[in-house]
């Protein structure tokens, strides 16, 4: 069932009757038509699938008991689908030449929380909830269930058509970036720069292989690594080059935080004041003059990270949503509809 908001009933007028205050009428009740994006609603599936919402947190606690990462794995998954194509699920599709596919992506988890919900779905709500929405609250979930701020988000997002690896460079925030590389991105996005502040938060929780911040050191002519980033606390520094040493494994990981790693809080903001921001991008955010006094009002203030943290995040699952016909509703989170 389509639950899109109903038409207004002034709307609904016959063509018998077009007098010039119907005409008037009509132009009123057209200008108060739902946008694109305020098609969303909180309520979307209050009728056709009451208790998704339920389903879909359940899914993502069980998930997380046997998996603790399995919180930031959801978080970052949103956040590629959201920057690349909108929130539309594109990212959740498997094959050659997808979102998925990209490089930039092949580190992504947390996909089988989002298609084990999809399944139950379906069976209790056939054709009713899409992809982009389960990323949605399972990501909202995942903040919640890691000690982080509930966040009511609209829904009714559509899942898209195209899933395309090529949509992906020209939109991904590499970890190397400078704050107006970032602000740019962000602004292309309807986002803005607090947006970027608030929503880099998320490296509060999660993990990040070595290559990702590999830049920050060199060899010396021993062959082993030395911090060549002044921003680096020199301790955060040595332990970072314990666990990535040159010779590290490429499957080797470290924590984004290193203080509260699972826990989702305002550490990450301490650790940026304390020149302990694991990427190049997070250390930025604390010298540049735009946005240290950002970081340093979240560093003594949880509760001001955290009330901000949910404006920003329903700004980010609001980007270039689908609905209507301009989406579909998937079958399965992995594969395009035949």
Known sequence: ??????????CFLSSAHLTFSALLALLLCSSLLPSS???????FYTLSCPTVELL???TVRSASSSDPTVTGKLLRLLFHDCIVEGCDGSVLIQGNGTERSD???KSLGGFHVVETAKRVLEV????????????????????EIAGGPFVQVPLGRKDGRISSASNVRPNMIDTSFSLDEMTKLFSSKGLSIDDLVILSGAHTI??????SFSERFQQDSK??????????????ATELIKKCPADASPTVSVDNDPVTASLFDNQYYINLVNGMGLFQSDSVLANDSRTKGIVEDFSVSQDSFFSSWAESFVKLTNIEVKTGDDGEILSSCSSLNG
């Open 56 to 58: 879909v947190r359940n």
């Open 1 to 10: 069932m389509d639950m899109r908001p109903m038409t207004p009933p002034c």
């Open 37 to 43: 994006s305020s098609q969303l609603s909180p309520d």
């Open 223 to 236: 062959g082993s690594l030395v911090p060549i980033d002044r921003s680096l606390d020199k301790n955060y």
């Open 124 to 143: 209790l709500c056939p054709g009713t909830v899409s992809c982009a929405d389960i990323l949605v609250l399972a990501a909202r979930d995942a903040v």
């Open 103 to 105: 490089p930039a992506n």
């Open 206 to 211: 999660g993990s990040a292989h070595c290559s």
